[in-house]
């Protein structure tokens, strides 16, 4: 089974174990900025990979070295992703890159992937719902969000093709977002049964 709009991941070994790392970069978009990016990425023939609705299940993890994690659920239609999220301190966070540890895999049923994760003892803590537009652009992964607290781009990819893509998109002027849509949710969602929420 494949991962609905896979993404490439960076891939490291330390201790001799292979781990997949995911590095971006978020801008929160504001008036006008989504088209003026998008007739952008059509200038610049960037290829469109299709566009998904998402629902996100997150619950939180404990990884075995005491950092931050989840596990998440991604639902894409009749398709579903188990993602495990490990937070990652480096050199890069000072431009506004983020770095992940990141494994994830398709999973047949997503029902039984909560269930399996419920009965682990993970809480479920969060649901945010998101439209996602995909492009790849040069050796780059960009992607257009919508969410229900706003608007903003990613850009996926190592350092330095992430600098290269800001620059050719013009984008090096939008507004860094340095936190991810779990924390916005917490934020600007709503608490219902201890579950923080952000639905369309």
Do not use: C, W
């Amino acid at each position: 089974m494949r991962l609905p709009f896979a993404r490439p991941r960076s891939r490291i070994v330390t201790f001799g174990k292979i781990m997949a790392i995911e590095i971006e970069k978020k801008y929160r978009l504001r008036d006008g900025d989504a088209a003026r990016i998008r007739a952008k990425l059509d200038e610049l023939g960037a290829e469109f990979v299709g566009e998904v609705f998402e629902q996100n299940l997150v619950y939180r993890a404990v990884s075995g070295n005491g950092r931050s994690a989840i596990l998440r659920i991604r639902k894409i239609g009749d398709s579903a992703v188990l993602t495990y999220k490990e937070d990652v301190t480096d050199a890069n966070a000072a431009a506004g890159l983020k770095q992940k540890i990141e494994h994830e895999t398709a999973v047949a049923d997503a029902e039984a992937a909560e269930n399996i994760v419920a009965s682990l003892g993970h809480r479920l803590t969060l649901v945010y719902e998101k439209r996602r537009k995909i492009f790849r652009f040069v050796d780059t992964e960009v992607v257009l969000d919508e969410l229900p607290f706003g608007s903003f781009m990613e850009i996926e990819a190592s350092p330095e093709s992430i600098a290269a893509a800001e620059k050719l998109l013009e984008a090096e002027t939008l507004e860094p977002e340095p936190q991810s849509y779990p924390a916005l949710t917490v934020k600007f969602g709503r608490e219902k049964d201890r579950v923080f929420e952000a639905r369309f």
